[in-house]
């Protein structure tokens, strides 16, 4: 048993530092744990919802399907504003994880999946952050590719869909091309599930 198993937190405040399209609070509580004194802490929170993604793994070819797209917070930390990612999004009220993963995949990529394989739930920065990432790996082939893809107008998603060979993938991980954290995990989870 862990000395963390009998911690407790009291929350004495959560206000709402700001709220848009996501929800930053501010979050005061004690924090209780046997043999040292409570420590009181205020901590801000970002709200966001819970999301999946998906890896498209091209068995007839051994290739990936991703997505290159706009990320404001990679290029305000200095980093090429076009990232390339596993197709993912938020889960929609009413909606499982599988569900939003397989839509995700239709909308991004043109994809039909039948089928996925769940390869992990994680929370991406949990200091700070609630948004828990599921992540879904499938196989497919050219006859699944059904759409052109490239994201919803509505969304005013600027995709570009891109396939590149699994171990160029790897690859590109290693080199630091590929620097979303959600599609290094399930390129790592499909090389060590030998997918």
Known sequence: MSIFDKARISILEDKTLWKGWSHLRGITFDFFREGRAPHRLTWEVFDRWNASAILLHNVERDTVTLVRQLRIAA???????????????????GETALQ???????????????????AFAAFMSPGSVTEKLHGFYAAVTDADHVAEGGGL????????????????????????EIIDAKTIMLLQWAALNKR
Do not use: N, W
């Open 153 to 176: 107008e509505d969304e005013h998603e600027d995709l570009e869909v891109v396939e590149i060979g699994f171990s160029e993938a790897m690859e590109m991980v290693d080199a630091g």
């Open 100 to 118: 939003a993963a397989l839509r995700e995949a239709r909308e991004e990529t043109g994809y039909q999946v039948a089928k996925a394989t769940p």
């Open 75 to 93: 290029h305000l930390c200095g980093e090429h504003p076009y990232l390339l990612e596993a197709p993912a999004g938020f889960i929609d009220d």
